[in-house]
């Protein structure tokens, strides 16, 4: 009898350890994925003699309904979409040079939702419409970080552009099911190029000399197989700055803030500017065309919540062949926030708005009648199945369209499919709201 206690206590105890030292484990890994979520954001790297092999995916069920500006005349019956996705199945390779400080990363993308390549051109401002993915492996990064002191790297090749902080952070630290209909919009994606990126305690700056917006996977002489536009740049400079006021660096790489974390709050801005049309002729009637694109924006985590805002514009001025010029500014504000009801269970809102120029002589013009802005209003929640860890996650969210979209889609540089929003789509006329009800569990191991 004395035997049998003695092993049941054991056991109990032994369970217990098990438990916490899984949990520490789980906390160590978290925190593993949170420092190499800031390299990624920050363009840095730090593996030199090893490879790290990642997966991430993500398994989304989306309900959207829209509501006609004139029943019965546009949608007829085609006014709900529902179904599943994989919006996004990556595999991220990371290794270092032995016996340099030089580190390599490659990633690629097989998303079964939509395959970001382009056919056709938009307006004279982006490279055209997305198409269906077939599930074939889409390089996004391939780059190489060479360290050069304690505070400066040297990076070179295809990467996301740094301008927005929203856009760079990873999608498994995004806040919700995905990313603000807003950033969709403004995002100018990756680009290839080279740069410089400066790291201290209190400041991180990033400069890069690049082909300019949506230059993924393009040759030195034109825009991926398809395009009828040429669109990579002649010449193309983009920088952001971080200030990171109190805290450290690790807190912003994500949205979430934990229970017990400290106190943070970081600022940032960032400028870019790219000409095309000199060296790669653009097609029809545009000579060169030049894009200039800013964003500010800042973050504050405490102990179980945390807000985020962003401002975001753009500028496309596009001298035309026959003489003149045309040019549009469209903007944008996404303001977010979040809080841990419990260490696992978290809830978050965020309010978004795309603000378009409506002056007739605008690139894309808009009518008399269509609506000069969209707004978003998203609600939802996270459970994560181990604490402080994006290893394995659950969100849902509910988003309500405001506006008429009518033409949204033909202004933005890149799509806004993802996002699960039709309106954004430029062959969905004729839609004056809309709900979309998202859910979605993501693996990253």
Known sequence: MKKTITTLALVTMSGSALAQSGLDID??????LRADANTRSSLLGSNAGSLDVEVFTQFRYTYNSRDEIAPGTALGDSDTTVGFSAPRTQVRLSGGV???DITGHISFDFGGAWDHGRTGNRAGIGPG???FGDGDATLRDAYATWGLDDNWTFLFGQMKNPLHFESNVAPEHSQGVERSLTNSFFDVQYTQGIGFNYTDDEWKFTFVLSDGPVAQNTFYTAAPLGTAVN???????TGRIDWLVSGNWDQFADFASWQGSNDGFRVGAGLHWSQAGDTNPLLGAIDTQTVTAWTVDAQYESDGW???AAYMSTNVDNDLLAGGSVDQTDEGFVLQGNVFMTEQFELFGRYDIIILEDDPAAITP???TDDDHYSTITVGFNYYLVPESYAARFSMDVGFGLDDSTGLDTRSFYDTATTGYIGGMGSA???ESELTIRGQFSLLF
Do not use: H, K, N, V
């Open 129 to 131: 419409t997305p198409t």
């Open 429 to 431: 006329t004729g839609i």
């Open 231 to 237: 669109f990579e740049s002649d010449f193309s400079l």
């Open 27 to 32: 906390r160590a890994y978290a925190a593993e």
């Open 306 to 308: 945390g807000l985020f």
């Open 98 to 100: 032995e016996g340099t």
């Open 366 to 368: 808009l009518a008399a």
